[in-house]
């Protein structure tokens, strides 16, 4: 499908946000000429959506940066849902690259993703992680149907239109912005454009891994 088809099709809003001013310079240069991206400088609960991102851990413990303050906001029953699911979908761990959905009780946002950037809490910079969360939440979202709730069996796209995420890695992760806000836009090249093209030798493979990492 022609890309320009696709997005129109998937009708996807993404909201980039950031705190941080090298971040919100970063998505501004990487991402900002995409017509159904905005970036935001500030607070990422600024801005109402249909979802939140939650960049955790594998296992959903969400006790530091974005992950307590979705805790603080939408109550702590919010990581036992997301470790409940994690529990019986992902066979107790959501590695990274996968990414799941849950209901948040709130009017404002009533979905979080959660899509982990880490399978413990450590420095990733020299990965890819933030490409590979990045491709999971927009693949949940284009391609997924709810797994269980009020919505179970209906596609997520359906009911996901817009979506809010902050940085991904750069945390306690430490990726530089613009590393981060690079993947991301290969990501959303790949998935919401659909640019992707299956490899033809493990030589294109290494080339483009090595250049997301720059």
Do not use: Y
């Amino acid at each position: 499908m022609p890309t320009d088809l696709l997005q129109k099709k998937l009708r996807l809003q993404i909201r980039l946000t950031s705190i941080d001013e090298p971040l919100f310079q970063a998505w501004e240069r990487w991402c900002g000429d995409l017509s159904f991206v905005s970036v935001h400088r500030g607070s990422i609960f600024d801005h109402d959506a249909d979802a939140i991102v939650s960049p955790a851990n594998s296992f959903g413990f969400m006790d530091g940066g974005i992950d307590r303050l979705c805790l603080e906001r939408f109550g702590n029953v919010l990581q036992d849902r997301v470790q409940t699911q994690i529990q019986q979908d992902h066979a107790g761990e959501l590695l990274v690259g996968a990414a799941m959905i849950v209901e948040t009780d709130d009017a404002e946002i009533p979905f979080l993703i959660a899509a982990p950037t880490m399978r413990v809490p450590m420095p990733v910079e020299n990965s890819i992680n933030a490409f590979l969360a990045a491709r999971a939440i927009f693949l949940l979202i284009r391609d997924s149907v709810f797994p269980s709730g009020q919505h179970a069996g209906e596609p997520v796209r359906e009911h996901v239109k817009t979506v809010l995420l902050t940085g991904l890695c750069t945390g306690v992760g430490r990726m530089p912005a613009v590393q981060c806000a690079r993947q991301v836009r290969a990501a959303i090249e790949d998935v919401v454009l659909g640019k992707f093209q299956f490899p033809e030798t493990t030589s294109q493979i290494r080339k483009r891994h090595d250049r997301l990492k720059k």
